[in-house]
């Protein structure tokens, strides 16, 4: 690992709006590179807007237009940009997956692995845990509700992942039109922030990562599909589980940028070493018997 500028995004991401969102990242990301970032995330299906219904008609391959959009910024700016969308597979499955364009010219992608029951009739879940380098930097990411999941960042620390990834898109449904009380809404942010500290805090000590995570904020509306109002959270853990940067307003667009801690990250690595390399077979076989 090496000293390096590191950014997230939370962000308002219109629904079918494919050329706005995709105008906005392209926006924070030039910004980002301009202050010396060398990876930035934006939220999931921040390309997309958080469709579900409309996921289908708006599936892209990757790569495909959006990577054809990010991929000139990449290059140009010496800036990796990672970005949610929905992904038209070859056999025609849509994905829920992040396009990740590098500056060396590389598109990637990560499909989301966990798919939840109101989400599944619309995606189908990932199988891949994918890895990515660049230099200096070994990093890993993840899409919303795979945050519940322990074994994964576990998997991908051993794999060799300093930095993970989170793209959320956790929030309540809203139909067009209709407002989410105030009250409903400071307890959503009150509760979700802590909620999400709680998983940034416990997956960043126990696989010594650093961890960034980044929702979308606001709403989400269509004139016809089922919207969402999003909390508007971003944090960011360092390997010791300490919260080192979060964003001041839930409720406004808003980036983080944290500088990667080399020593910290070999330090607090080193005494993590057992608990990284002594796992048991065993016990994973049994619990993936029980699933």
């Known amino acids: 690992m090496e000293a390096m500028k590191i950014a997230c995004v939370q962000m308002n991401c219109a629904m ?9 990242i ?6 980002a590179a301009a202050d010396g970032v060398s990876i930035i995330c934006f939220p999931e299906l921040s390309i997309t807007g958080s469709l579900y219904e409309g996921a289908y008609n708006l599936a892209e391959t990757i790569p495909g237009p959006s990577s054809e959009a ?13 970005a949610g969308t929905c992904e038209r597979g070859k056999d025609g499955v849509v994905y829920n997956s992040l396009v990740l364009a590098f500056p060396d010219g590389r598109i990637e992608r990560f499909r989301k692995l966990y798919i939840p029951e109101g989400e599944y009739p619309f995606f189908r879940q990932g199988a891949e845990v994918p890895v990515f380098q660049i230099p200096g930097c ?22 060799g992942a300093e930095v993970i990834f989170n793209a959320n898109g956790g929030g309540r449904r809203a139909t067009y039109g209709e407002l989410l009380p105030v009250e409903l809404q400071a307890a959503s942010m009150r509760d979700d922030r802590a909620s999400y500290e709680n998983f940034l805090k416990f997956f960043s000590v126990t696989n010594a990562v650093y961890y960034f995570m980044c929702n979308q904020v606001g709403y989400s509306t269509h004139p016809t599909l089922r919207g969402k109002w999003f909390p508007g959270i971003a944090l960011v853990a360092n390997p010791g589980g300490e919260i080192i940067a979060s964003s001041d307003d839930p409720r406004e667009e808003a980036m983080i940028t ?34």
């Open 258 to 291: 944290v500088q990667l801690d080399p020593a910290l990250f070999a330090e607090k690595r080193q005494r993590l070493a057992f608990a990284l390399r002594k796992r048991r077979s065993d016990i994973l076989e049994e619990l993936a018997r029980l699933s």
């Open 138 to 159: 070994t990093f890993a990411v993840s899409v919303c509700a795979d945050l519940n999941f322990a074994e994964l960042y576990k998997l991908m620390a051993v794999k």
């Open 70 to 82: 990010l991929g000139p910024v990449a290059r140009r700016h010496n800036i990796t940009i990672i």
């Open 16 to 24: 079918g709006e494919r050329d706005a969102n995709l105008a906005k």
């Open 26 to 31: 392209i926006r924070y990301s030039q910004e």
